[in-house]
């Protein structure tokens, strides 16, 4: 079962989330001022604009998308111009601080990628390295292992001595 909207189905409701933090919401200073309706018709913006990047700015499909009333929808964007706005050019809907924040976030993701790939690749070298000593340590060992063979069947410290191995 998806989740139907702007003419698509999304097939899995898990795939689409935003962070929420709470506190930033109960203290913004936009959402104190409004009503509990209000606060409705914001947050289902929000959640929408997360769903769906590129939402048409177009009165009719925003409300059929929303399922919101012509009438509450008008009257929340008249009254929150700075929080929603419809691209003159592209005729969306932007919500700034959404992509403010989105902006941010993904700034934090890759930054966050980049210090755990640096942490990973340290990782393999010093996993490497000490690969790289254990095998030489392994070599060394199996070598005097063989030199210590050859000197008791091959004639003693005398033939060792003779080769140059010690």
């Keep these: 079962m998806g989740v139907e909207g702007m ?3 999304l ?3 898990n795939d689409y989330w ?3 933090y709470a506190a930033r919401w109960w203290s913004s200073k936009d959402v104190i001022s409004m009503s509990l309706a209000e606060r409705g018709v914001y947050i289902t913006l929000i959640t929408a604009y997360y769903i769906f990047p590129e939402i048409s700015g177009d009165l009719q499909a925003l409300t059929k998308l ?3 009333d012509r009438r509450t929808l008008v009257k929340w964007l008249h009254k929150f111009t700075d929080l929603a706005k419809v691209d003159p050019k592209s005729k969306k809907l932007l919500l ?3 992509n ?3 902006d941010l976030e993904m700034a934090n993701n890759q930054s966050d990628y980049i210090e755990r790939k640096k942490e990973r690749i340290e990782r393999k070298e010093e996993v490497g390295a000490a690969n790289l000593t254990r095998a030489r ?3 060394a060992g199996a070598a005097k292992g063989f030199f210590d063979r ?3 069947e091959q004639g003693g410290p005398e033939l060792m001595d003779k080769l140059g191995v010690k």
Excluded: S
Aim: hydrophobic share 30%; net charge positive; with cysteine.
């Design 137 to 139: 340590q392994q070599e």
């Design 100 to 102: 403010q924040f989105m």
């Design 11 to 13: 097939k899995n409701r």
């Design 18 to 20: 935003f962070k929420f």
């Design 96 to 98: 700034p601080k959404c």
């Design 66 to 68: 929303l399922q919101i």
């Design 7 to 9: 003419g698509r189905t």
């Design 150 to 152: 050859l000197r008791k």
